[in-house]
């Protein structure tokens, strides 16, 4: 496996495959173009043999320079369960650290169990949010009217490639 700094020629590879990796849920629009293209710094891919197993689209926020935030994560089907989103959320973490940030923050819906299951693993913490529903913190409305979101953060303060949870 090989894992580089995503780059603009990616675009339709990654967007092509979305919905299929999403069980047919319409996630293209979750990924403009323009993520790609001006965050390749931060964003990385893993391909194996010229296919796509996962990426992470990522940035330093422009308002927090001690700050990142992982905007979108997709792992091909076929290769779960074989620790690549670890994989990118470590090259990530490693990648803004080194340029100074001291924080990660990161979005779930409240109904993707499996996602909230993989960053409490990974050591986030989930924000307080405006109300609590079965354990889980909700920040109500965050995306927009009926966007409930949970919010993660992870301090990299602490944190090295070497020290993770399993």
């Known amino acids: 496996m090989k ?20 069980g047919g849920r319409d996630m293209v629009d979750m990924l403009p173009r323009l993520f790609i293209h001006h965050f390749k710094d931060t964003s990385f891919i893993i391909e194996e043999n010229e296919e796509t197993i996962g ?10 320079l001690h ?15 074989e620790n690549i989103g670890r994989t990118l959320y470590e090259h990530f973490f490693q990648a803004v650290k080194e340029k100074g940030c ?10 993707n169990a499996t996602s909230i299951k993989f960053h409490t693993r990974m050591g986030f913490t989930m924000t307080d949010g405006d109300m609590v529903i079965e354990g889980i913190p909700i920040h ?6 009926g966007q409930d ?14 020290h993770f949870k399993n």
């Open 140 to 145: 109500q409305n965050y995306d927009g009217i």
């Open 3 to 22: 894992i580089r700094n995503i780059q603009d020629e990616d675009f339709l590879r990654i967007s092509t495959n979305l919905n299929t990796w999403w």
């Open 102 to 111: 001291t924080e990660v923050s990161c979005v779930t819906s409240p109904v």
């Open 149 to 162: 979101r949970v919010i993660f953060v992870k301090s990299l303060e602490a944190w090295s490639d070497t």
């Open 67 to 81: 700050q990142a935030y992982i905007h979108f994560v997709g792992v091909n089907p076929k290769a779960r369960k």
């Open 55 to 64: 990426f992470v689209i990522g940035f330093i926020s422009p308002s927090n």
